[in-house]
T-cell receptor, first 113, second 115 residues
Framework: AQSVTQLDSQVPVFEEAPVELRCNYS??????LFWYVQYPNQGLQLLLK??????LVKGINGFEAEFNKSQTSFHLRKPSVHISDTAEYFC???????????FGKGTLLTVNP | DTEVTQTPKHLVMGMTNKKSLKCEQH?????MYWYKQKAKKPPELMFV???????INESVPSRFSPECPNSSLLNLHLHALQPEDSALYLC??????????????FGPGTRLLVL
């Protein structure tokens, strides 16, 4: 069975500090990985995705993630966060020929002034 | 335009009511999804429609009845719900071609409260 583990349920940081949100996946086959963000009382917005090719993926709002096959990780990073980045972040994995997205439990990023 | 719209934004219903949630997209996508998200939890897949046909039903109780009348619209009919069905209901769509570039785009959700 395919699963996604987000190691931190909450990550508090100060404004302008760097942040890394961790995501590990388990799968024996090719995977396609996504990061979504959910602002309070809103739907999910796609931040970035890894389908193939370059292991460093750049997304919206200054976020990037690196696919590491040997460590089965897809950690999300931002060099300098803003108050407006406060939100829930979900890592998700999809099987190659299937429409099913499996989400991690989410990481609440709180950016403090 | 990568927008998925959902109506209503909020819905309060009693356990004997019948109501419907609506989802619409005009991106030419042929796959549409319903997810249920409880507070502080990740979204859980309920149904997938591909080319207007139900392709995945994640063992959802029959009090939830999906309908896809055309390629742009997806409805979720609700009947005899329970208080534990209170949640945020999210709609999503994707191209539906089944290739690896399948990316799901989500709507803002309908927040449902069952009394």
């Amino acid at each position: 069975a395919q699963s996604v583990t987000q190691l931190d349920s909450q990550v508090p940081v100060f404004e302008e500090a760097p942040v890394e949100l961790r995501c590990n996946y388990s799968s024996s086959v090719s995977v396609y990985l996504f990061w979504y963000v959910q602002y309070p009382n809103q739907g999910l917005q796609l931040l970035l995705k890894y389908l193939s090719g370059s292991t460093l993926v750049k997304g919206i709002n200054g976020f990037e993630a690196e696919f590491n096959k040997s460590q089965t990780s897809f950690h999300l990073r931002k060099p300098s966060v803003h108050i407006s980045d406060t939100a829930e972040y979900f890592c998700a994995v999809m099987r190659g020929s299937n429409y099913k997205l499996t989400f991690g439990k989410g990481t609440l990023l709180t950016v403090n002034p | 335009d990568t927008e998925v719209t959902q109506t209503p934004k909020h819905l309060v219903m009693g356990m004997t009511n019948k109501k419907s949630l609506k989802c619409e997209q005009h991106m030419g996508h042929r796959a549409m999804y319903w997810y249920k998200q409880k507070a502080k939890k990740p979204p859980e897949l309920m149904f997938v429609y591909s080319y207007e046909k139900l392709s995945i039903n994640e063992s959802v109780p029959s009090r939830f009845s999906p309908e896809c009348p055309n390629s742009s619209l997806l409805n979720l009919h609700l009947h005899a719900l329970q208080p534990e069905d209170s949640a945020l209901y999210l709609c999503a769509s994707s191209t539906g071609t089944g290739v690896v570039q399948e990316t799901q785009y989500f709507g803002p959700g309908t927040r449902l409260l069952v009394l």
